[in-house]
């Protein structure tokens, strides 16, 4: 059973495999450890923080368990997309800054496919699917921009991406959204028109608002690591992230055509991240605002440095990031910031690119019971 876990989900037939999930363990343990000694400093109680986050977080029952648990699996899908999308571009040794800009391309793409004429007036089982596959091909067409100034020009992924943030979100909110596609005035909408009930996400937990956006992710990630470790394009995607550090001669060598899997690898990770907006826009907002919530792709690089970079990992950082923010809002009750969460987040992080000391001082520890296991054993033969 062991072995199929280690193999179904991270692919990985290493000796100490699962070291890659301990590693991650530990430092989201050490930073709920270091946030504790903060907020003790300040006069309050780690207890009765950490208390209030988790009744809130939707991941234990309480008395509002269903309304707390929906919030927490509507955000966590959100960043779950855009964890993914960076991910994606991590296993083909590129490092994407630019899931930020797929998420805004991604929410603009289905406000505009979800109230203009003649797709507004499609069934629902034409009209939603239709939304998702421009959305993909929007986000995707967004990072193969970067993928193609990285491949045939050599301009580092970090610049090109950084800079397609800023011109998604100036073209968007700066003209789009104020211009041709604001709202009649006689309406009275600030942003785009809303998109109709043909766009809109169906609820599988009424009366929440939680919707098929965490099942769609789901699946996403699922063909995500099939394609990794699977198929032959994955396992060539894999080999240039492993061959980074050596400029990739390996992968040339052996005949793959490093410049189209890269400006391939950042398609998929810009059309993954794009259904982040989508799933804000046609199942939390219902249309592009003028200023959009931001934040999710550059928490998304955080989802997917604690799920290190593993399709199972994304999913399980995301959830937490998700209840994180989810309980936020309770800690005010404690007179704590509700940014506090996002404070454990960043130390995690910080433990996170601190593995490989982590890493050092767990596999120090096992070796040394191992070998007092051994001396035991040893000294009990005599």
């Known amino acids: 059973m062991k072995d199929v876990f280690k193999r179904f989900f991270f692919g990985k037939r290493e000796k100490y495999w699962w070291m890659n999930v301990l590693v991650p363990l530990v430092s989201i343990l050490l930073a709920f450890i270091v946030g504790a000694i903060f907020i003790k400093i300040t006069g309050r109680s780690p207890v009765v923080a950490y208390k209030l986050l988790f009744g809130a977080s939707g991941l234990f029952p309480g008395p509002y368990w269903k309304s707390h648990f929906s919030e927490m699996l509507l955000s966590s899908s959100m960043y779950i997309a855009t964890g993914l999308g960076f991910a994606i571009a991590a296993k083909g040794g590129l490092f994407n800054i630019g899931a930020e800009g797929h998420f805004i391309v991604g929410g603009i793409t289905a406000a505009y496919l979800g109230y203009a004429k003649p797709f507004a007036g499609l069934p629902k089982f034409i009209h939603l699917p239709l939304i998702i596959v421009g959305v993909i091909l929007a986000g995707g067409i967004w990072g193969a921009i970067a993928g193609y100034l990285k491949a045939k020009r050599g301009i580092h992924e970090v610049i090109t991406t950084i800079m397609l943030n800023w011109i998604a979100l100036y073209l968007i909110e700066a003209w789009l959204v104020i211009g041709p596609m604001k709202a009649a ?156 969460p996002s404070i454990i987040e960043g130390f995690a992080v910080g433990f996170i690119a601190l593995q490989m000391l982590i890493r050092y001082w767990l596999m120090k520890l096992v070796r040394g019971r191992k070998k007092s296991v051994q001396t035991e054993m040893g000294g009990g033969a005599k």
């Open 185 to 340: 005035v006689e309406t009275g909408i600030s942003g785009t028109p809303y998109i109709s009930l043909s766009a809109k996400l169906p609820k599988i937990l009424p009366p929440t608002r939680l919707n098929i956006s965490i099942i769609i992710i789901l699946a996403v990630t699922f063909l995500i690591w099939y394609l990794f470790y699977k198929t032959t394009f994955g396992y060539e995607i894999r080999t240039m992230g492993h061959t980074l550090i050596f400029g990739m001669e390996a992968p040339k060598a052996a005949g793959i055509n490093v410049e189209r899997k890269t400006i391939q690898t950042m398609f998929i990770a810009g059309a993954v991240a794009a259904l982040g907006g989508a799933f804000m826009v046609l199942g939390v907002l219902f249309q592009y605002p003028p200023i959009f919530e931001g934040g999710y792709g550059f928490d998304g690089i955080a989802v997917a440095l604690i799920g290190q970079n593993e399709p199972l990992g994304v999913v399980l950082a995301g959830i937490l990031i998700g209840a994180l923010r989810t309980g936020a809002t309770t800690v005010q009750l404690a007179h704590i910031p509700k940014t506090f």
